[in-house]
């Protein structure tokens, strides 16, 4: 009779509960254990800020999978309290240290590592004072909320302006407290380009939430935090979110190849250097479906997803993970930003030649209550317009429209193909033309070269005409940019006598689209030098243009 294969997986949570699932599936008679170090063998991390917050009532909702569960519905022995110490690979077996802090040794047919990340705590003189938190499993929740209910704080120091860092600084203001939000970068969500986060940070109410950019830390007090500009920001509770590091140490000891991330390396089927030992989740490189380049990408929906392909290679299936984008999403209050693909800076250092368009559309008809804005901006490629990346901030609508352009991108579609896209259409859910046709109309336009127009991003006026196409009420409310004179798109074709027709001219309006209106009239008209600012003033002004009143 056929030995039983028998499958052993190093870490919970996402990708190693996902793959003593996939495994049991695949063959029901593998026999298939999972150790844990913590106290729980899978609960939704993502959703911790969520019951800080007090969204999620019941703790218990977190708590995805227990060992009692997973043995009496799957046959799968999850052990929590098990720290894995080493892996002899020439013996193929682990050491483990169980809770009696006995260690033994279990060997193993395939195994599964899933570690994940630990939060980057910096060695900052008062972080190991009591109310200075890191926040990554259900232990650190549980501490976080004691604090909170014991010392009813009203100021709170968020360190990263990542998503755990906005997630917890709206949990704390859901908890009535004033937050103040530090970040290293001159604005938060780093990932995301420089313009649209800025539109982000300035669509959220100020009331209760503070901003402090280019931002360090150097020292923790019982009630404030230093820095090293000189500035001292008052805290009763500090949470660091200042990143995560790769548990790879246990892989690196083994002899396992590391990649260029630091990740350990892996393959298609999720086989690191050693084809009987896989790596899924934080810990793992792996390929981006854009670029192509060797990644890590530390997100829960990739870990499940890898943990899935490796439990069932494990099992003896033969499954392929093609890579991921690094779709992500997050809320901040009144507003959602999403990001797919590569930013601006992630596109010119994987050394592609690409565009930007960016466009404001309502996230469904204009006239049906409701309708809130929509800014979406597309990263595409010189030539071919091919999307090779996607940022969409709103109040209402942001989901939808970033998975449709995470799935563009995987199909590799240009923004010709988004052009015609048919999308679900009706007053309360959408318009005739999705705020994606709108972004791909714009985009296409720039491909297409039908207009030339120039990037706010990479442009600055040199002897150029700026010619303000806005209503008057609109220049009053904002000012306008310098150096530009301003002729009313209604009053353009009248009044075109007073242009310069020897002179370069470049028109804007408020968001892009009656700049390209004027022109498109002035080329008709004759004027031969004529491009359009992409974004128009809006976009002008967050890329740091002057504005005058």
Known sequence: MKARRRILIVGGVAGGASAAAKAR????????????????????????????????????QLIVMTPERFKTRSEIHAH??????????????????GPDGVSREEPYDKLVLSQGARPFVPAIPGVDLPHVFTLRDIPDMDRIITALERDQPGRAVVIGGGFIG???????????????????????????????????????????????????????????????????????????????????????????????????????????????????????ETIHVVTGARTRIALAGPANRQGRIAGANAAGARLNYPGALGTSIVRILNMTAGFTGLSSRQAEAAGFSFFTSLTRDFSHAHYYPGATPVLIKLVAEE???????????????????????????????????????????????????????????????????????????????????????????????????????????????ARAGELPHDRSIVTYCQKGQRGYFAACALQGMGFEKVSNLRGGFLQARANGFTVVV
């Open 25 to 60: 599936r695949v063959n029901e008679h593998a026999e298939i254990h999972v150790f844990e170090r913590g106290p729980y063998i899978s609960f939704a991390n993502c959703g911790l800020p969520y019951h800080i917050s007090g969204e999620i009532k019941d703790r218990s």
């Open 80 to 97: 929590t309290g098990h720290e894995v110490l080493s892996i002899e690979r020439a013996r193929k077996l682990i050491i483990v240290k």
């Open 166 to 284: 906005l997630e917890m600084a709206e949990a704390f203001i859901h908890r009535g407290m004033h937050v103040t939000l530090v970040e290293k970068n001159p604005h938060i969500l780093p990932l995301m380009d420089s313009d649209m986060a800025r539109f982000l940070q300035e669509a959220l109410p100020t009331g209760q939430l503070a901003f402090h950019f280019n931002a360090t830390a150097t020292l923790f007090t019982p009630g404030a935090v230093h820095f090293a500009d000189g500035a001292e920001i008052q805290a009763d509770l500090v949470l660091v979110s200042a990143g995560a590091r790769a548990e790879v140490e246990l892989a690196k000891a083994a002899g396992l190849e590391l990649g260029p991330t630091g990740g350990v390396r892996t393959n298609g089927r999720m086989e690191t250097s050693d084809p009987d030992i896989y790596a899924v989740g934080d810990a793992a």
């Open 383 to 493: 030539g071919t317009g091919r999307l090779l990346g996607a940022q969409v901030l709103g109040e209402h609508g942001v989901d939808k429209r970033l998975d449709v352009l995470a799935t563009a991108l995987t199909a590799r579609m240009s923004v010709f193909e988004l052009e015609t896209l048919d999308l679900a259409y009706a007053p309360p859910f959408g318009s005739a033309n999705d705020p994606i046709n709108t972004a791909a109309f714009v985009a296409g336009h720039i491909a297409r070269g039908d207009i030339a127009s120039v990037p706010p991003e990479h442009w600055t006026p040199d002897g150029e005409l700026l010619l303000d196409v806005r209503d008057t009420d609109e220049l009053l409310a904002s000012g306008k940019l310098e150096g530009a004179i301003h002729i009313p798109l209604a009053e353009l074709r």
